[in-house]
């Protein structure tokens, strides 16, 4: 990790419609190909607590359960953020919009057009972590605010 | 699959303290030995709702993602069943109480002392896909009731 950003690849893992071992799968395989294809040696995931309903929790648990599962497999290191660290890291301002997130990634990494939401998010907290973010360890959520299930 | 049962082995995997990455890899890990060591063909899996709060629903999606990923990564296939139809499989009584359930596996199983409470729960799921439950698919919650975050 040197000063300098280069943008190498980003996207989605979109899980097909089934059953849940199936869709974990699908996860699982992706993130592999991701792995095999680029050979990161470092991951970092957005820190969530969602609050919608506990149905939806779960399942956040569980795809993010299979994310971590790909990168540990590859005994890679993962470290997680959450979406204040990111946001500050970022724009430097915890509470800034997403738009702004989007904007600020596009320019640190030079992108022509701007990535998709979910993939600005992703971008995002790998830049945070390639700016010598630290692992979140057990974080305290007194003081935050909650909005639709993450801390803002 | 026969009309008879024969206990093979359970236990509990206990994760070490410490960050969610290695507590993730300690399940897969643990479950990997145990696939290794017994070749099961089939996996089944208590389906649970928890609401006690979004960090420990969270937490438990998670653990469950994981060992949901051991099974699918060895391609073996993974039935879910809800703490009712486990109950109703193993005491034939949806409503039974968790001694119950413990008292069937022991009798069904043969078992010479009493399995621990976790384990006699696993073990029951393992009776209840057995006895030819079906997958989940989706579950209606519509008329059950709630407790410590299982349906009873």
Do not use: W
Request: proline share 3%; glycine share 10%; charged share 20%.
């Amino acid at each position: 990790m040197g000063s300098s950003l280069t943008y190498i690849s980003s996207g989605c893992i979109k899980t097909p419609d089934g059953e849940l071992p199936l869709r974990l799968k699908s996860i699982l395989e992706g993130l592999n190909e991701v792995i095999a294809e680029h050979h990161p040696d470092q991951v970092a995931i957005e820190q969530v607590f969602v609050n919608i309903n506990p149905k939806s929790t779960l399942m956040l648990g569980q795809a993010r359960g299979a994310a971590i599962c790909a990168a540990v497999l590859k005994d890679l290191t993962v470290a997680e953020y959450t979406a204040l660290q990111v946001k500050q890291a970022v724009v430097g301002n915890g509470h800034a919009k997403k738009e702004q997130v989007q904007e600020m990634v596009k320019r640190l990494l030079k992108l022509d057009g701007s990535p998709s939401e979910d993939a600005a998010d992703a971008l995002a907290c790998a830049i945070c972590h390639a700016h010598g973010g630290q692992g979140l360890g057990g974080i305290s959520t007194a003081g935050y605010r909650m909005k639709r299930g993450r801390l803002v």
